[in-house]
């Protein structure tokens, strides 16, 4: 069974550029999450789709973040403009949509912004 | 608020030791609580979770964790440590969402294992 792909695994880019980062989640799993983790720290969610619904973007930085699943299934997350601070991993994981469900995630998307 | 507290940054133990690492939890109300790890360059993996029912949850690669409510803790725990068990182990407490839930972790526990 194919995992959560991320693209591009690393990416390096200067202040004020913007970058998306690509999500495809396991086949069937209705319900997607990104998370940014800081070098330290533990995952934090930004952001929760259900389909290509909004779930929770409560600790998404709408200024500057923003995030889609158009047709339900890919989801991209976007910066625009970068910030020194939005250096970190960008892990996407999926579910199926029931509470129990075990959230599977991806390799992730190490962003440097210099 | 949903919270988790990982005392232990960093833990060194010798290859066939004991493991545990400590986990305190707060959470308004009955908590899902999940061990993940992640090993350099990967993405997180499940190694347990709890739900409900027998406080002593079975995971892979033969860790174990036990829900004390009493204590607000979720340690986890593994009798014979392997040189591959050496990575950052994460806890978790589960809220509702709107489908799915909703993962708040720890900041983690580096584990190093001296051969």
């Known amino acids: 069974e194919a995992g959560v792909a991320q693209s591009p695994r690393y990416k390096i880019i200067e202040k004020r550029q913007s970058v998306a980062f690509w999500c495809n989640p396991i086949?069937?799993?209705?319900?997607l999450y990104w998370y940014q983790q800081i070098l330290g720290q533990g995952p934090k969610l930004l952001i929760q789709?259900?389909?290509?619904?909004?779930?929770?973007d409560s600790q998404l930085p709408k200024d500057r973040f923003s995030a889609e699943r158009l047709k339900g299934v890919d989801s991209t997350l976007k910066i625009q403009p970068a910030k020194l601070e939005d250096s970190a991993v960008y892990l996407c994981?999926?579910?199926?949509?029931?509470?129990?469900?075990?959230?599977?995630f991806g390799p992730g998307t190490r962003l440097t912004v210099l | 608020a949903q919270s988790v507290t990982q005392p232990d940054i960093h833990i060194t133990v010798s290859e066939g030791a004991s493991l545990e690492l400590r986990c305190n939890y707060s959470y308004g109300a009955t908590p899902y609580l999940f061990w993940y790890v992640q090993s350099p360059g990967q993405g997180l993996q499940l190694l347990l979770k709890?739900?409900?029912?027998?406080?002593l949850v079975q995971g892979i690669k033969g860790f174990e964790a036990e829900f004390k409510r009493s204590q607000s803790s979720f340690n986890l725990r593994k009798p014979s440590v392997h040189w591959s068990d050496a990575a950052e182990y994460f806890c978790a407490v589960a809220g509702r969402a709107g489908g799915g839930n909703k993962l708040t972790f720890g900041t983690g526990t580096q584990l190093k294992v001296e051969l």
């Open positions: 709890y739900f409900s029912g027998d406080t």
């Open positions: 789709f259900q389909n290509n619904g909004v779930v929770d």
């Open positions: 086949s069937g799993h209705a319900t």
């Open positions: 994981a999926s579910s199926f949509p029931d509470f129990t469900d075990t959230q599977y």
